[in-house]
């Protein structure tokens, strides 16, 4: 395969300060590297643009999952792309793969870190292993099923219902005889979860009724799963509506992202112990054995129009910057990728 000349790469060139600005990202140029032994050199298809990547551009923001981004290097993320060139028996040239790369053109790997060879057979577009087949619909398929754990009849409510992962997730619960309800950002999102999406409720959480009065409403009996993206005070509003052995998935915190120096506190904490509920975290990375399984699930119901993908593809680069800012702020709908 031919390989260009130059690496273009979008690099994180300051520490965010509140809000996620374009300005807070760099276009540079680098020279395309050179596998050496048991490494791989992967041409970058399309990015993955995941919420929770803004928090590890924080600094300081260490944990056992990543570590914070380095300045002046390019941005962490999940990647699909082309093994170009190899010098690794596990990933020869002219594979798929899906792999914790960078925004960059080029990205040398030794598969250390989270890789996976892909086998497309033109059943679905591509981007779909970054979209329904890939992050996102892990995310949402274990994240639900495993950790939320939903019978026939719960009442399933689920934060940033608009996003990539809440457009999926509400779409399983219902495939699994679920009342589902979303929480979004504009009345016409409200609209489209319910017209396009096939959420039963959808609220408005920046109405003037108010977030509160809102889930009074749409849970009358409270919900048995909450699949929550945002954390934050809607993760605290939404306890006091729990039912007994309520299922809380802890999935993102997007409320949280922006401030480096703390995260919000949650108050409703004896809600758990009278309603003998729970909470959990988990990340898709966690279930990499049985990623055939959701692959194979996942992909019989978009073929059978049970799940509908949706994908906001921005097309270049130098429009990644703009792209994720965008995505953050909620004006993308879906999975929102980047297509080189």
Not at 133 to 143: E, I, S, V
Not at 164 to 173: K, L, N, P, R, W
Not at 264 to 284: D, L, N, P
Request: hydrophobic share 45%.
């Amino acid at each position: 395969m031919t390989v260009a000349s130059k690496n273009l790469q979008i690099l994180l060139a300051r520490r965010p300060d509140g809000v996620l600005r374009e300005s807070d990202f760099a276009l540079a140029e680098a020279a395309v590297p050179v596998p050496g032994p048991g490494q791989f050199l992967v041409r970058n298809r399309y990015f993955s643009l995941d919420a929770g990547f803004r928090k590890w551009m924080n600094e300081g923001a260490d944990d056992a999952y990543l570590s914070a981004m380095p300045l002046a290097a390019p941005v962490q993320s999940i990647v699909l792309g082309e093994v170009v060139t190899s010098q690794h028996p596990d990933f020869p040239a002219g594979r798929t793969v899906l792999v914790r790369a960078a925004w960059e053109q080029y990205s040398l790997l030794d598969g250390s870190d989270f890789a996976q060879c892909l086998d497309h057979d033109g059943s679905f577009p591509l981007h779909e292993f970054v979209a329904a087949l890939g992050p996102t619909g892990m995310t949402a398929y274990f994240g639900l099923i495993d950790v939320g754990r939903p019978r026939a009849g719960d009442t399933v409510l689920v934060s940033a219902a608009g996003g990539a992962v809440g457009s999926v997730v509400g779409q399983i619960a219902r495939r699994l005889g679920g009342r589902t309800v979303g929480i979004t950002s504009s009345e016409e999102k409200c609209r489209w979860l319910k017209e396009a999406l096939g959420y039963d409720e959808a609220i408005n959480h920046r109405a003037p009724e108010g977030l509160a009065a809102q889930m009074a409403r749409a849970l009358p009996d409270g919900f048995d799963v909450y699949f929550d993206n945002v954390g934050g005070t809607m993760l605290d509003q939404a306890l006091q509506h729990m039912k007994q052995g309520a299922r809380v998935v802890l999935c993102g915190a997007i409320a949280d992202y922006d401030h480096n120096d703390r995260e919000a506190g949650v108050f409703h904490m004896w809600q758990f112990i009278v309603k003998r509920a729970s909470a959990a975290g988990f990340m898709f990375s966690d279930y990499i054995d049985r990623y055939p399984e959701a692959v194979e699930r996942l992909s019989a119901w978009l073929r059978d129009d049970g799940l509908k993908s949706v994908v906001d593809v921005r097309k270049g680069i130098e429009q990644t910057p703009k792209a994720f800012c965008d995505m953050l702020e909620g004006r993308s709908r879906g999975k929102c990728i980047v297509e080189l």
